[in-house]
């Protein structure tokens, strides 16, 4: 297990990474041209309700004074009110949240379903025609843009052979994960491409090196050195690779969640920006670092348990 | 061949009387794919589109816009303008209820239209030439601080919806705002067609039939026809359309004009395309200098003019709206209250064009900035479309692609050349869009800093005329004064494009925009 040490240590990095996505996220979408002022109401009000507007949002101090509110209020958990949706920003992303975080997890759970095997297959029948297919079928996978996909899968899954709904949430958890699956398989090709060359990749590595070499002359069994000296060695990089594409893929659930028309947070991102809707969008952006910084630790601490070395450093 | 006249007169006659026999038909529901989700369904604090819309279904107002755009009675069965212009009275109907049995009252209108008249809310200034509103039983009267040719209209319009003082008040929230979306988020008490029966926010919403809606139909009992209709959000095009052809929903709405043709021959569906006042039109920056301080050449109106002539709309029409569309007359749509433009503006016409470059100086070429929403195709196509028909009179026409609010903050700044724009009326009265588009008092002329003494004097005038026929003679010519000065590039109208299922009838789009599910029905 990693010692208590590192995880307090790991934990107090997230601190500063913090602060700066507050700075960063307030400037950026305050050097964005327009406002929310202007962006409301396709544009039809007056100059003078513009100056109003801009007058009860606060819109109309200084910088600092603003970022000083901003962050008073982030720290003591309010997180304003959101100009598009008129209701507190907290109660907007959480209401959102589950969705995303269910699609989340089910395209990460299809894509490790799918590329494990797969990968191991390939490594294990390397440069025959199984391994070329796989690879081959991957690489298109990987080379398609994930809303084209998206749109093939319900044009050819959904609205012909009807065995999907098209797009939509679902009331009950099973309700979600037929609703899901589409959105769900679309990200997931493209993640599990990713996972499958580079899992493949290692797996041949690792089967050539010296130590599993040496485990095979020792006389231990074909199954003890899979799993104790091959697959532990060679899912290093492949944990680390999946929990930067788990970052990757909660941006791309603002194509996903727009293609399939899902409630989450991406979609409401993207409405966001186009709305200009600063409290929500720092609310939002604050709670993607949250979770990109929550599956980085995770990955950091699944990394330590299977690599000794690094739990040192 | 005589003989058969009667014979198939007769089949004629007997085929319309099955048709009617077979008309409607009550019961059921229908679902909606929309592009966006409603926030807050209130006529006051409403500001978006996917808000505005609904409002009708919600809130009856106490006069309604006739099929034809005249203004028809609502829950007031009559109205009266005082001689001197200065008061406009009402009589409510009598019996009328909202949709949880309480009575709609005259305390119910005074507590509407003053919330309606709150001058923070996005409407307020429609109501802005109202002194009081005071109720004796069912008479209602407004009394105006100057007379207003507009208030009909303006009674007409989803910010005028009538809502239950006794409801609304419950509602929490510690100012108007906070209890108005406190008020829809809890199944408002409602006075129109429908009523909220349920909502999961940014994904779907149900509306139930309100069985106290004032309004008969056809067969004599109360609208709607129709139980319910469930709204399902899906912001992407493709899979709105995907939805409606696998039979899950019954109604798309926004269909670009790429796939009308395509949707057209679906035998399963009738593709609608409702009129419309939305107009797409290119604000031309007409001061003297740039932003930046150089000369701006489209300050001299021959220039203006010219790139108006060399601009080929029919073609435009063609490659943007699939041929759905109609070239401008006016400033405003055709379908708009005292429109006038007896044929289409600037016909393409490229010889003319060159000959009044030369009489400005400018033919020795013109480089000139064209802002576009970037994402879009219908701007992108535009955009080649316009520097191909250009070019050929030394215009060197460059892009600039920017986002929806960057694009109206150039326009406010005055930091643009020729940009995009659309626009669709919300009230039933011409006063909106004329006040948008040339009163430079209001917004600069839609941002392009034209200011003409007389348009200006003509519109101020307009908006306490008391006398219809005078009324319509100002705005014939203030719309004959806005084409001669061309501070846009008036290129089409476009019609809604709704793409419905075969089995259900008589959904409209209004002109407005406004979803009718009133008059809907199902056939079995």
Known sequence: MPSLSYLVARLLQIIPTFLLVMVFIFLLVRMLPGDPAIAMAEAKATDAQVVQIRRNLGLDQPLPVQFMVFVKNTLSGDLGRSIMMKAPVSEVILSRLPTTIFLSLYAVALAVLLAGPLAFLAAMRANTTTDVVIRGVFQVGLSMPVFYIGLVLLTVLAAQLRWFPVGGYGTTFLGNLHHLMLPALSVALYTSAIIVRNLRASLIEVLDADYVQFARAKGLTPRIVMTRHVLRNALVSTVTLLGLSIGNLMSGTLVTETVFAIPGVGRLMLEAIFARDYPLIQGLTLTFAVMVSVVFLLTDVVQSLLDPRLRKS | ?524
């Not at chain 2, 419905?500 to 008589?506: H, P």
């Open chain 2, 1 to 524: 061949m005589k003989r058969f006249l009667p014979l198939l007169l007769g089949a004629a006659l007997g085929f319309g009387a099955a048709t009617s026999a077979l008309a409607i038909e009550r019961g059921g529901s229908m679902t909606f794919a929309r592009y966006d989700d409603s926030t807050v369904i209130d006529p006051v604090w409403a500001d978006r589109n996917p808000d505005l819309w609904m409002i009708t279904s919600l809130y009856e107002t106490l006069l309604r816009n006739g099929a034809d755009g005249a203004i028809e009675p609502g829950l007031a069965e009559s109205y009266a303008v005082a001689g001197d212009g200065k008061s406009i009275s009402l009589k409510l109907r009598d019996g009328l209820k909202f949709s949880d049995g309480s009575a709609i009252t005259g305390d119910d209108v005074v507590f509407s239209l003053d919330r309606a008249r709150n001058p923070d809310g996005p409407w307020g200034g429609l109501l802005g030439s109202v002194e009081k509103v005071t109720a004796e039983g069912g008479k209602v009267t407004l009394s105006l601080k100057q007379p207003d040719p507009t208030i009909p209209s303006i009674l007409a319009t989803f910010n005028t919806g009538i809502v239950s003082k006794a409801a609304f008040e419950k509602a929490s929230g510690s100012n108007d705002q906070e209890k108005a979306k406190a008020y829809f988020d809890n199944n408002p008490v409602t006075s129109g067609p429908f009523t909220m029966k349920s909502r999961v926010a940014g994904s779907s919403m149900s509306f139930a039939r309100n069985p106290n809606y004032w309004r008969a139909g056809e067969d004599g009992k109360s609208l709607p026809y129709l139980d319910g209709v469930d709204f399902v959000v899906i912001p992407d095009d493709a899979t709105r359309i995907l939805k409606l052809q696998a039979g899950e929903v019954d109604v798309a709405e926004f269909i670009p004009f790429a796939r009308v043709g395509e949707l057209s021959g679906d035998a399963s569906l009738k593709m609608e395309l409702f009129p419309s006042t939305r107009i797409i039109y290119a604000p031309i920056n007409t001061r003297d200098t740039r932003k930046d301080g150089s000369k701006n050449p489209l300050a001299d109106l021959k220039v203006r003019q010219a790139l108006n002539y060399a601009t080929d709309k029919n073609m435009l029409i063609k490659l943007v709206t699939f041929d759905t569309g109609k070239p401008m007359t006016s400033l405003m749509s055709a379908a708009t209250q005292l429109h006038y433009g007896p044929e289409p503006l600037y016909p393409y016409n490229p010889e003319k064009a060159k000959q009044l470059l030369a009489e400005a100086g400018a033919d020795g070429g013109l480089d000139i900035t064209f802002t576009t929403l970037a994402g879009s195709a219908d701007d992108a196509t535009l955009f080649t479309a316009l520097q191909q028909m250009w070019a050929p009179l030394g215009v060197n026409l460059k892009v600039e692609q920017v986002d929806n609010p960057t694009r109206g903050a150039k326009n406010r700044n005055g930091e643009f050349d020729i940009h995009t724009y659309g626009w669709a009326n919300d009230v039933n009265d011409p006063a909106q869009v004329t006040g948008w588009l040339g009163y430079y008092k209001q917004r600069q002329a839609v941002g392009t800093g034209w200011n003409n003494q007389e348009f200006n004097t003509l519109f101020e005038a307009s908006n306490s005329e008391v006398d219809p026929a005078k009324r319509k003679d100002e705005y014939k010519r203030m719309q004959e004064i806005y084409a001669a000065e061309a501070p846009l590039l008036f290129l089409y109208e476009t019609p809604f494009a709704v793409a419905v299922s075969k089995s259900l009838e008589n959904y409209v789009q209004t002109p407005l925009g406004a979803n009718d599910f009133s008059e809907a029905w199902r056939a079995k």
